[in-house]
């Protein structure tokens, strides 16, 4: 599953996405909760994801970047802006998962989850041409 990953302390940094249709996001906290069992803090890379990824909603796709090597995609089949946020849901492999974007401060929250398992991240994201 690709998400946004970059293991800082606290949220990462956020910029005005007010318009943009092509971003790059990092998450700054990642949580796991497993069903019947606990919920725990986790590093992005623990969970395997990547560092930044691309978030191109008019192609409904989030990529690894390509500075990354790992060239890594998913689509989403849902994509909406209302009322200052950005929603992109989707399935691959099992999985749902949902990004809310505030477009005034470039907050995200993710959400994936699967039978029995959900991961929740926080982060922010920026204009890709910065």
Same mark, same amino acid.
Request: some cysteine.
């Given at each position: 599953?690709?998400?946004?990953?970059?293991? +800082?302390?606290?949220?990462?940094?956020? =910029?005005?996405?007010?318009?943009?249709?092509?971003?790059?996001? %990092?998450? *700054? @906290?990642?949580?796991?909760?497993?069903?019947?069992?606990?919920?725990?803090?986790?590093?992005?890379?623990?969970?395997? +994801?990547?560092?930044?990824?691309?978030? =191109?909603?008019?192609?409904?796709?989030?990529?690894?970047?390509? %500075?990354? *090597? @790992?060239?890594?995609?998913?689509?989403?089949?849902?994509?909406?802006?209302?009322?200052?946020?950005?929603?992109?849901?989707?399935?691959?492999?099992?999985?749902?998962?949902?990004?809310?974007?505030?477009?005034?401060?470039?907050?995200?929250?993710?959400?994936?989850?699967?039978?029995?398992?959900?991961?929740?991240?926080?982060?922010?994201?920026?204009?890709?041409?910065?």
């Amino acid at each position: 599953m690709l998400l946004a990953g970059a293991t +800082i302390g606290g949220l990462a940094s956020a =910029d005005s996405v007010v318009g943009v249709d092509e971003m790059i996001c %990092a998450a *700054g @906290q990642v949580q796991i909760c497993i069903e019947n069992d606990t919920c725990y803090a986790a590093s992005a890379a623990d969970l395997d +994801i990547p560092d930044f990824v691309v978030m =191109d909603t008019k192609a409904k796709m989030v990529s690894t970047t390509r %500075a990354s *090597g @790992q060239n890594r995609s998913t689509s989403f089949t849902s994509y909406s802006r209302a009322e200052g946020l950005i929603y992109l849901q989707g399935m691959e492999s099992g999985r749902a998962f949902s990004f809310v974007i505030d477009e005034v401060s470039g907050r995200m929250t993710v959400a994936v989850s699967r039978d029995g398992l959900s991961v929740t991240v926080f982060g922010a994201c920026t204009e890709q041409n910065i």
